[in-house]
């Protein structure tokens, strides 16, 4: 347990939706100890020409749903001098699946065969090269959603046609990646600073693993690869809090991708471990440092 003696909380944690993750985080700080403050990001208001009041801050926890107002509030809070779990730099590359893959292939992390164009004609040969079946996904999104399986070239035409119906900018690149046959399941690995605290296997009878998705959380035991390859994603990325997709291969565990505003309600039970309150002795320590 450790206890700030300032009398003010020197750690917030700002929250646009309050689910089941924040409202552990909260009892974990009241265990632990530590003073907070709970700052709900849509009343927050910023007028750069006056003081700022989050400047008293030591260390922010960023914990909205929103990506773009986490990313905004964080690139605040930064430019302020609070440290911010996770910095933006982290949140920029997490939030977007192309920037992540650019960073897994710059630290050599191993992951499935991911490819990009931004044009119909690109993507269909870049798809002829891979081999169905592939998998399409959007750059940005959570929980499952808009990925799709795809086994021919068919398959792939109609959903390009349906991302020209819907026109954007997001719909005008193309991502795909390598359908890695896996055991029922993936992985989950939870990193806190330079740790790997915990992991939880994802099963599924369907493809897509998501416990969002219906999903059941299996206890995952930590051993030397899942912790190396974890690891080696989590500073790729920036390090901070953040937690790690794997996919079991013939070619050994494969990083899918990054989360940096992770979701742990089905995995202390699971795992054992008090995710919420190992996050709080992080950001404790940091203030310590500070």
């Not at 905004?72 to 809070?77: Q, V």
């Not at 993507?123 to 998998?135: A, H, M, Q, S, T």
């Not at 349906?162 to 993936?186: C, M, N, S, W």
Request: proline share 5%; hydrophobic share 40%; charged share 25%.
């Amino acid at each position: 347990m450790m206890t700030l003696t300032k009398d003010s909380p020197r750690i917030a944690v700002v929250y646009d939706r309050l689910r089941p993750e924040e409202r552990m985080l909260f009892e974990a700080f009241e265990r632990e100890n530590v003073p907070f403050d709970q700052v709900y990001a849509p009343h927050i208001a910023v007028d750069f020409s006056q003081e700022q009041s989050f400047s008293n801050y030591d260390v922010v926890i960023e914990r909205c749903v929103s990506q773009t107002r986490g990313l905004e509030l964080s690139r605040i809070f930064t430019a302020y001098g609070v440290t911010c779990i996770n910095h933006p730099s982290v949140i920029e590359t997490c939030g977007d699946k192309l920037a992540t893959n650019a960073a897994l292939a710059k630290w050599n992390v191993p992951s499935p065969r991911t490819g990009v164009a931004f044009e119909p004609e690109a993507i269909l040969k870049l798809c002829e090269e891979f081999g169905y079946p592939i998998v399409m996904k959007p750059v940005v999104g959570s929980w499952g959603r808009m990925v799709s399986k795809l086994s021919d070239r068919d398959a792939v035409e109609a959903v390009l046609e349906h991302k020209e119906t819907l026109g954007g900018p997001a719909h005008k690149i193309y991502y795909i990646q390598e359908f890695v046959e896996k055991p029922g399941r993936d992985i989950r690995a939870f990193v806190v600073g330079d740790e790997v605290i915990a992991a939880i296997y994802r099963n599924s009878d369907h493809w897509i693993t998501n416990t969002a998705r219906g999903g059941s959380a299996t206890n995952c035991p930590l051993y030397d690869e899942l912790i190396e390859v974890t690891m080696g994603a989590a500073k790729a990325v920036g390090g901070g809090v953040v937690a790690v997709d794997l996919v079991e291969s013939e070619r050994g565990l494969l990083v899918v991708e990054v989360n940096h505003t992770m979701e742990f309600r089905n995995s202390v039970t699971t795992t054992g471990v008090d995710i919420p309150a190992r996050v709080v002795q992080y950001a404790a320590g940091l203030v310590v440092r500070s």
